[in-house]
């Protein structure tokens, strides 16, 4: 094709006279390709889409293009002439070629951009001013030009080398507008830099993340997130850069505060990825209206305001309305739209108080609001990722808003317009990482404004990276590192470039979720500041959290697309799309009351809709699993999809996984064998980071155990929807649905329930029912611990008391309870309360006002209310077990008491006020309680103690929130040990849980965005986050941990208001410690009147509220003195104490608003810190007594790190050679000492023998003046001996560190050979002092007799060879080449290689840096101990040369890292070590000298800062003894001594004291797959028959369990032997906590029961005769066609007969009370199986067994009885049985089969209320417990009359809509069609459990029979 063109630019081409500029585009790149001789070939799939990236040849600048070929050009096919112009990024095919010297080129792509991008429009330009240029004759050079126009100029400040240390600064507590995002931000980023071999370091307290967990970070700093916590962190651990854009607006901050401050200049940090200019050109909206006027960008009218008459001035020229934002704030903190003048004012007041600077924006309301995420490296290349648009228009915040990614609305010039503007800005502010930009876009019109820029990391990149699964945070700190973009692979592809447009074939929408409620008085209006806490749901003109809900009420009354479209300003686009679902919704409704079923096409439409099984069920009025199952019928299942966001055209191999029905085909294979995870879906108050944290190590630990893991998970904020965390992750909801769905599809070994916290425990036993495997502890464990009812009657069983409690359905019985036990009582309302679910009535008058305020308190609408027990200490206890044993505990205290909910209290682990006694008595309830319910994985309980009792308020069978902290804070990771546990790993018991340092996790509020919310705690959690700090005491941890909540330490003034009598009383202690402290007192009058009379200097304060209404007219208004509020606003007060009148838990409901709560609702506003208990009050002033202020970093107690530290003290090297004077070629001070520090030595002893040798004053002071100018650590001198010093070294003795005596040949002036010289120093060098000799061979012998001549200790040096080690064996003394040596030192001596190679070597060799290495690798190879290393070069030394301790000066080693020990030392000058090369274990990471960092990480960070140390004389030493063993020492170098082989009895194991006392992981090897399950179709391992001890073993007995006295009823005996029997059944193990008093009863093994049944039956005869025979005993069965009954035996005579062989008989006869009469002449138990239409006791046993069994009572329910209740023996029994309980029933029935007169009189007389209706729809509103029976066609003379009754009554999935959802179906079986199989699903259909718990029954009745035999 094309021959004749391609001929035709062949000729003109390679005509030389050709010089007119050619472009060539797409075809015209292969015509003039061929033309100038090079080939094509057809490509596999073609390039195709607007997202491909092209690379520039000679730049490597990427640029996104639009392209459409299925033909490339073979670039080795090009002429030499010609040149590679652009490559394509990803399959590296050609885009692009030019001529090397003429005007020739061409590009494959599509530069014109038509529905693409604009990125190289540019080229364009090159060639029109090519053009130009040959017009004009200047001969262009096109290659040229192209380069320069394409090349970037700026990144000339990029790092030269990477970071070696990198900080990364955490956003600290989630709160309101910060919420997880950043935990999922930072976690990348740390696992980005992890990858480039950086060290990591992390400050961030929120303790509940995942990135704090071990092994993410090399340390993590549990510490405030400010200036001054940043400042000491750095000064430690001197990073070479930190990361500010991972933390929210916190980070942000800092990290621009310390830039001013010059913290990190000073340090050498440097800041990587976008710079602090750049971030202060977005912060500063005055700067960036500038910038943008620079790029001809406009931004909404605004203006930049720093006092209230500024603000004002600038709304008054803006126009109203306005928007008012802080500046350098957070979700639009202290922000909201005014109207007026007054509106501003009071926004601009309280904006103040969040920020310095005010913005005053013009309105743009009903403008929408699009959002792009884009990515910059350092070289300017540029992309967008994800842009997203809000449903609702401009007004709403952002993260209050539904989002949808990608736009909908936009068309492709607006989406590309607004594209190439991102771009533009983005480079121009040099932004270098990830950033957001938000744009307000006219609908009306193409304009729009840029609102704002953040250049970090925000929600919207959480939402748009889990969108698009670009790993946005990830690549974001690969760019800091100075990383090109195009560098990267996509995570995708895993094999094209990260330099592409993810293009989207699905659509992600993020919804809010609002936890309003759970605060009093808020306002429930959303608008530019941020509430939402997690994601979910919106009001029409004035948006409300219920919008949305509006919304589909207002579409479904009738309101048109456009009326909506004019009261919300949301696109018609989407209120079509809602209105859609609306009308389905209708349309469905039709299918109501009709008999046919939902056809397919309608189902499948539906689901397409997003209609979940629930929501159709609710429109056709059937239920979600009959849905279910019609939709499996239909075969409408869902299919599995990849994210794909590269349009198909790589294949997409991301695990992110998501539902569709708008498809046919799966993307994926299934596989069995992985490990289903459910996480902690939206994150709201009281459910949040703290579960995500719990998932991710459980899907990592499952990892480590082989397993491959499913995550299922739906929010974008969390860590688990990363993209490599697990092997599959399903972004959906977290439901039965869509678990089931995924279940099936994926067949999984087992779900992994109680890790993701309470929402996925609610589907608990609805997974159960439907056969799935759940792992770990057994749902129906669970719901014992959940359902209130069963875990009471636990309690009581098991002898553990709990609070008095109570469910009541009536206000007068309400009273009556909370008289009886007396208030305060705690009141938990089944429905929502003022806002308030639960609340503290104080009295009768709180009680009403409580129920009164609710519509109705009635049997639908419960109330419970328990005992609330005041001033008792709460105790959490999170625990481990393995079928029922207890492997670890942890306890923590709160400080507040009990009434404030566990989420709002402070917490403190270990324990600090709680004896070992109570400790022990807590770990018993806890095992009795463990074992009671068969946990098997994690458990939480929750108690209170007072007056020396424990009680217990609840027990949660899974994780808890405070799972993170007791696990970082006690280094024992317990959610990893019950992973283990739930897949069958053996794992050692720990008992309880220990630490030496004490952890305290406080709160973090958000109440300054919830306008009008009061600041009390209750019962009902408010708090949004969390921080946890350490300390060595709870007072340190405490006032860190306050300050990481954004606390801040009052300076001067307090103001104390404090309600009652009592708390002031309780407070005077504190009050007169703040006064002792300095501090100016304000109070409330009431309040300054108390302390005032207690001699305590207050100052009264009136209150501001009544002034102006009590006030003159103005003529007459005396001077106003300043109230509470004036201060307040003034920032006068640094604290608020404020103590309400009404103690924890209560919280006023009246609108009344006291002075109280406006005092603390005015310290929120404006800031200033408050405390409002008492508990805290007093902690906090203690802590500030004992502390004094903020606690300074301490490494060891603030540091956890991911690997093995060591910290030692600060080692000593008593013989160094620095060559300084007279050799500094060789070593001098300065890296002599460096040397020694990277050694982790901080205090050398120094040779004498330098030139000239230190020998007297002159050269001593020569000497001393260079140490103290050049030594990096710490240094001690020695004197060196010549034959004519002796005399005068007496005066210089007190600057020395001893004397040093060279006795042989030393290479020096100083060698003494003169045996008499040696006598004249011993005599004369002073006795106290040391005296060290360099002595070899026969010499030492000889000193030695000197030495003891003079009775002198002496310190032979350079004993290391073995010959000269025998000479000292006879002698009981240490030896350096012995177990007992006493020094270890490095023998330094810095000569050059050449003198070592030499013939007459001297000793000695450059040892400092590698002697610690050396040493480690001994102790990790079991030569040597830590111990011993501290010994030899640390007590040992300071000892024997009496050199006084180091203040504050300490080592920190890494005993685990392993390195090779390079060719040349770092430091030293001798250039060489005869290590070179060895593999080595262990190394020096810090090194601390007098408080200060001196070494870090191979670096030395001080200059000159060693001391000078002399000796101290405090022991007197002993005379010389020649058998003492310290009357020698020698020392040794490791550099070469001989391999020491010590017994291995004689090396002890002594653990190290780690940096941070946490425990080390531990993970053992892999035993086989066999893990736990509760399959409910598994069969207990074994047999049945086993011998009874067997189900009495036990390993933890409870507590005082309590006997069962021999005259108790039967019927309690057999409840408790069923439940026996049931828990036996439900754990799968024969380990069941017995009384020992039924020990007697259960003998029925081998006994023999007989089971004469002479009606047919199914479960009650296959019932008992499982029952016995599990129970051990044998079966004779009677049957009445072979029996004599035949021959005319009467009854009586055939049971006799059967006695004679049975110990027990079952009877079953069709006469009413023949069993009573057989029985009378039985001698053997006879047992009423039925009898005919009287009794059937057996079964109303199992009856209420299974009532209670399903819903935890029986008292309090109404039973309604339906079907044949004359000739139901069942209900005959049940209803009679039931008079025993508090319960009301209902009877539907024909007419004809009405229960018994005679029965219905005996109900009555007992009081029990009764109640005949006609119809089931009638009686079901109410109903509890639907008791359903056949009509007995054999209980009829007539046929007809028969047929006349059958088929009156049937249950429906229709009928069942109308009833409660915890109601529950029974049915004694066998059923007709009185019950639809349809119902069967339902998980409210109880009978065939309820025929199952028939063995169980019989088992008891059994043995409660037998055992009396």
Same mark, same amino acid.
């Given at each position: ?833 003022? =806002? +308030?679910?639960?609340? #503290? *009535?104080? @009295?009768? %008058?709180?009680?009403? /006002?409580?129920?009164? $305020?609710?519509? &109705? ?26 079928? =029922? +044993?207890?492997?670890? #505990? *942890?306890? @923590?205290? %709160?400080?507040?008491? /009990?009434?404030?909910? $566990?989420?709002? &209290? ?1004």
């Amino acid at each position: 094709l094309c021959q004749a063109t391609i001929e035709n630019v062949r000729n003109l081409i390679s005509d030389e006279h050709f010089a007119r500029p050619i472009f060539g585009i797409c075809l015209g790149h292969q015509i003039i390709s061929l033309a100038a001789g090079a080939t094509t070939y057809k490509m596999k799939y073609g390039n195709r889409g607007h997202n491909q990236p092209c690379l520039h040849v000679g730049t490597d600048r990427c640029f996104i293009t639009a392209q459409n070929h299925s033909y490339a050009v073979e670039p080795a096919s090009l002429p030499d002439d010609w040149e590679i112009l652009f490559t394509n990024a990803n399959d590296c095919s050609n885009e692009g070629i030019v001529h090397s010297s003429r005007p020739f080129f061409s590009v494959q792509f599509h530069p014109e951009h038509k529905a693409g991008p604009a990125d190289l429009e540019s080229l364009f330009d090159v060639f029109l001013a090519t053009v130009q240029d040959w017009k004009s004759g200047r001969g262009p050079k096109i290659k040229q030009c192209i380069h320069e126009h394409i090349s970037y100029k700026g990144c000339s400040d990029l790092l030269p080398l990477p970071p070696r240390k990198v900080l990364i600064l955490g956003s600290g507590g989630l709160s309101i507008g910060q919420a997880g995002e950043f935990d999922y931000s930072g976690s990348q980023a740390i696992k980005a830099l992890k990858e480039e071999n950086i060290q990591t370091l992390l400050i961030n307290p929120n303790i509940a993340t995942v990135q704090t967990s071990k092994g993410l970070a090399d340390k993590v700093y549990f510490l405030p997130i400010t200036p001054e916590y940043v400042t000491q962190v750095i000064q430690s651990e001197r990073p070479d850069g930190v990361l500010l854009t991972f933390g929210g607006q916190t980070a942000l901050n800092c990290g621009v505060e310390l830039t001013k401050q010059g913290v990190l200049q000073r340090y050498g940090t440097r800041v990587l990825g976008t710079p602090v200019a750049s971030i202060e050109m977005t912060e500063d909206r005055k700067v960036f209206v500038e910038k943008m006027a620079e790029i001809g960008e406009h931004v909404a009218p605004s203006e930049a305001a720093m006092s209230l008459a500024q603000a004002i001035a600038a709304a008054h020229r803006i126009g109203y309305p306005v928007l008012v934002r802080s500046a350098f704030a957070l979700g639009g903190l202290g922000s909201g739209f005014a109207t007026n003048a007054e509106e501003l004012s009071s926004l601009v007041t309280q904006s103040f108080t969040h920020s310095s600077q005010v913005l005053i924006d013009k309105s743009l309301k009903g403008w929408k609001e699009i959002e792009y995420e884009v990515v910059r490296d350092a070289y300017n290349n540029c992309i967008t990722v994800c842009n997203m648009e809000n449903v609702d228009p401009l007004g709403i915040h952002t993260g209050e808003s539904i989002v949808v990614a990608p736009s909908q609305t936009l068309n492709d010039h607006e989406y590309h317009l607004l594209r190439s503007t991102a771009i533009k800005v983005v480079r121009h502010l040099g932004v270098v990482g990830e950033c957001n930009i938000q744009y307000a876009l006219n609908p009306e019109s193409e304009q729009y404004f840029i609102v704002e820029v953040n250049a970090r990391l925000s929600r919207s990149s959480a939402l748009a990276s889990k969108a698009t699964g670009y790993p946005l945070a990830y690549v974001a700190a690969k760019l800091a590192l100075g990383i090109p973009l195009p560098v990267l692979r996509n995570s995708v592809t895993n094999s094209t470039t990260a330099n592409f447009e993810p293009s989207l074939d699905y659509c992600v929408v993020k919804v809010p979720r609002w936890d309003l409620s759970k605060f009093l008085r808020v306002s429930t209006k959303i608008g530019s500041s941020m509430k939402s806490v997690g994601k979910f749901c919106q009001e029409l003109q004035t948006p409300t959290d219920k919008r949305i809900f509006v919304l589909a009420a207002a579409i479904h009354a009738g309101y048109s697309v456009e009326r909506l479209y004019t009261l919300t300003r949301i696109d018609r686009w989407f209120l079509y799309k809602m209105a859609t679902i609306v009308k389905h919704n209708r349309a469905l409704t039709a299918y109501r009351d009709t008999e046919m079923s939902l056809p397919r096409p309608v189902l499948l439409y539906s689901k397409q809709l997003g209609f979940s099984d629930r929501q159709i069920a609710l429109a056709i009025q059937s239920t979600e699993l009959a849905v279910r199952k019609l939709r499996q019928e239909h075969g409408v299942l869902p299919w599995v999809k990849h994210i794909d966001t590269v349009a198909a055209e790589w294949p997409a191999c991301t695990n992110y996984l998501y539902l569709t029905y708008g498809a046919s085909t799966h993307d994926l294979s299934f596989s069995p064998g992985l490990v289903m995870v459910l996480g902690s879906g939206v994150y709201c108050i009281g459910s949040s980071v703290e579960f995500d944290w719990c998932a991710v190590d459980c899907i990592q630990e499952l990892r480590k155990l082989g397993y491959q893991t499913i995550m299922v998970n739906y929010n974008p904020e969390t860590v688990s929807t990363d993209y490599d965390m697990c092997d599959r992750l399903y972004f959906d909801e977290i439901s039965f649905e869509v678990v089931m769905d995924i279940y099936e599809l994926e067949n999984p070994e087992g779900i992994i329930l109680c890790m993701g916290g309470q929402l996925p425990n609610n589907i608990a036993m609805a997974l159960h029912r439907q056969k799935c495997r759940i792992l770990g502890t057994s749902p129906e464990s669970i719901d014992g611990a959940e359902n209130r009812f069963k875990f009471s009657r636990m309690l009581d069983s098991m002898g553990i008391i709990q609070p008095q409690w109570k469910e009541l359905s009536d206000v007068q019985s309400a009273r009556e309870f909370c008289e009886k036990v007396g208030y305060p009582c705690l009141v938990r309302p089944s429905y929502v309360l003022s =806002g +308030a679910a639960m609340n #503290v *009535a104080l @009295s009768y %008058h709180d009680l009403d /006002a409580f129920l009164s $305020s609710a519509s &109705a308190v009635s049997k639908e609408h419960p109330v419970v209310i328990s005992k609330f027990i005041q001033e008792a200490k709460e105790i959490d206890v999170d625990a481990v077990a393995c079928d =029922g +044993a207890v492997l670890a #505990v *942890a306890v @923590s205290e %709160h400080v507040e008491n /009990a009434g404030v909910h $566990s989420g709002d &209290a402070t917490l403190v682990t270990p324990a600090q006020d709680l004896n070992e006694q109570t400790i022990d008595r807590i770990q018993a309830i806890v095992r009795a309680i463990g074992q009671q319910l068969q946990v098997t994985g994690p458990f939480n309980l929750q108690l209170i103690a007072k007056d020396n009792q424990l009680k217990v308020i609840e027990c949660n069978v899974r994780v808890s929130r405070s799972f993170p902290f007791v696990s970082k804070t006690l280094g024992l990771d317990l959610v990893a040990m019950a992973t283990q546990v739930i897949m069958g790993r053996e794992v050692e018991p720990v008992g309880l849980a220990r630490s030496s340092i004490v952890g305290v996790k406080v709160p973090q509020f958000s109440f300054a965005r919830l306008a009008g919310a009061d600041v009390m705690l209750g019962v009902e959690m408010t708090s949004t986050g969390e921080v946890a700090c350490f300390g060595e005491n709870r007072h340190e941890a405490y006032l860190k941990a306050m300050i990481s909540t954004g606390f801040r330490i009052p300076r001067k003034n307090i103001l104390l208001s404090i309600g009652s009598y009592k708390n002031k009383n309780e407070l005077l202690p504190t009050v007169q410690t703040l006064e002792r402290l300095g501090y100016n007192l304000y109070a409330s009058l009431g309040t300054a009147d108390f302390y005032t009379e207690h001699n305590v200097k207050v100052m009264a304060v009136d209150w501001p509220f009544e002034e102006a209404e009590n006030c003159g007219s103005e003529g007459n208004m005396p001077e106003r003195q300043r109230n509470i509020q004036d201060y307040l606003s003034e920032n006068h007060f640094d604290l608020v104490i404020n103590l309400p009148m009404r103690n924890a838990g209560g919280r006023r409901l009246s609108s009344f608003m006291t002075r109280g709560y406006r005092t603390r609702r005015m310290a929120v506003d404006y800031s200033v810190p408050l405390i409002t208990d008492i508990k805290c009050t007093k902690l906090f002033v203690e802590a500030l007594r004992l502390v004094g202020g903020a606690p300074h970093v301490k490494t060891h107690v603030d540091c956890m790190t991911s690997h093995r530290i060591v910290r030692l003290p600060g080692l000593v090297d008593v013989h160094v050679h620095l060559r300084e004077p007279g050799a500094t070629h060789k070593e001098d001070f300065s890296s002599g000492t460096a040397a020694a520090l990277s050694g982790g030595v901080t205090l050398v002893g120094v040779m004498p023998n330098t030139l000239p040798s230190i020998t007297d004053q002159e050269t001593l002071s020569l000497a001393l003046k260079l140490a103290k100018a050049g030594a990096r650590c710490d240094y001690a001198l020695f004197l060196g001996a010549t034959a004519k010093n002796s005399n005068i070294l007496l005066n210089l003795a007190g600057q020395a560190a001893g004397l040093k005596m060279y006795l042989n040949d030393t290479f020096t002036t100083l060698r003494i050979d003169n045996v008499a010289t040696w006598m004249e120093h011993f005599e004369r060098w002073p006795k106290q002092l040391p005296i060290a000799v360099h002595a070899e061979r026969q010499t030492v012998a000889a000193i030695l007799m000197v030495a003891q001549l003079y009775k002198r200790h002496v310190h032979i040096c350079h004993v290391a060879k073995k010959e000269e080690v025998r000479k000292f064996y006879y002698l009981d003394i240490y030896c350096s080449c012995m177990p007992r040596t006493p020094i270890a030192i490095s023998l330094t001596a810095p000569h050059t290689l050449a003198e070592k190679d030499g013939e007459n070597p001297p000793p000695g060799y450059p040892g400092l840096e590698t002697m610690l290495p050396l040493l480690l690798t001994a102790t990790n190879d079991g030569r040597l101990t830590i111990d011993d290393i501290v010994t030899r070069m640390h007590d040992n030394p300071r000892r024997i040369f009496h050199l006084p301790e180091q203040d504050n000066t300490y080592v920190e080693v890494d005993v685990d890292q392993e390195w090779i020990i390079p060719d040349k030392p770092q430091f030293s000058k001798a250039g060489w070590t005869p290590f070179a090369g060895r593999r080595v274990k262990g190394m020096v990471r810090r090194v601390v000298l007098h408080g200060e960092v001196a070494f870090i990480d191979g670096k030395v960070c001080n200059s000159s800062m060693g001391r000078k140390w002399l000796l101290t004389y405090i022991v007197e030493l002993s005379p010389f003894v020649f058998a003492s063993s310290d009357s020698f020492t020698f020392t040794f170098s490791p550099s070469f001594c001989y391999p020491v082989c010590v017994p291995t009895q004689q090396v002890s194991t002594i653990t190290p004291v780690p940096l941070s006392p946490r425990r080390k992981d531990v993970h053992s090897l892999l035993p086989p797959r066999v893990h736990r399950s509760s399959d409910p179709g598994a069969l207990i391992a074994g047999t049945y028959t086993v011998t009874f001890h067997h189900f009495f073993c036990r390993r933890h007995p409870p507590p005082n369990p309590p006997a069962l006295s021999p005259i108790q009823t039967p019927l309690v005996l057999i409840c408790h032997l069923i439940l026996t029997f049931r828990t036996r059944n439900i754990c799968l193990s024969f380990q069941i906590n017995f009384s020992p008093a039924l020990l007697p009863l259960f003998i029925p093994s081998g006994k023999v029961m007989a089971s004469m049944f002479f009606e047919v039956s199914t479960r009650t005869s296959s019932s008992f005769q499982s029952a016995m025979q599990r129970l051990g005993g044998n079966v004779v069965t009677f049957a009445e066609a072979t029996s004599s009954v035949q021959k005319g035996e009467s009854l009586q005579d055939s049971v006799q007969t059967m006695a004679c062989y049975a110990d027990v008989i079952i009877l079953r006869h069709p006469e009413p009370g023949a069993v009573e009469l057989a029985a009378k002449n039985c001698r053997r138990p006879v047992v009423n199986a039925g009898d005919g239409v009287g009794e059937h006791p057996t079964q109303a046993l199992l009856d209420i067994f299974t009532i209670r069994e399903e819903l935890g009572t029986v008292n309090g329910m109404t039973i309604t009885m339906v079907g044949d209740l004359k000739h139901g023996r069942t209900v005959h029994s049940l209803s009679c049985l039931l008079t025993l309980y508090r319960v009301n029933l209902r009877y539907v029935s024909p007419e004809s089969l009405r229960m018994p007169t005679k029965i219905v009189q005996f109900i009555a007389s007992k009081g029990i209320h009764q109640e005949e209706f006609n119809s089931i729809e009638e009686a079901l509103p109410d109903t509890d417990v639907l008791y359903v029976t056949r009509i007995q066609k054999e209980r009829f003379l007539k046929e007809q009359d028969y047929k006349k009754c059958f088929g009156q009554f049937v249950l429906t999935p229709h009928i069942m809509t109308r009833a409660k959802e915890k109601m529950v179906v029974m049915h004694p079986l066998p059923r007709l069609i009185e019950i639809s199989a349809e119902v069967d699903s339902d998980p409210r259909a109880a009978y065939f459990r309820q025929a199952e718990n028939g063995m169980f029954v019989r088992m008891a009745v059994l043995a409660a029979v037998l055992g009396k035999m």
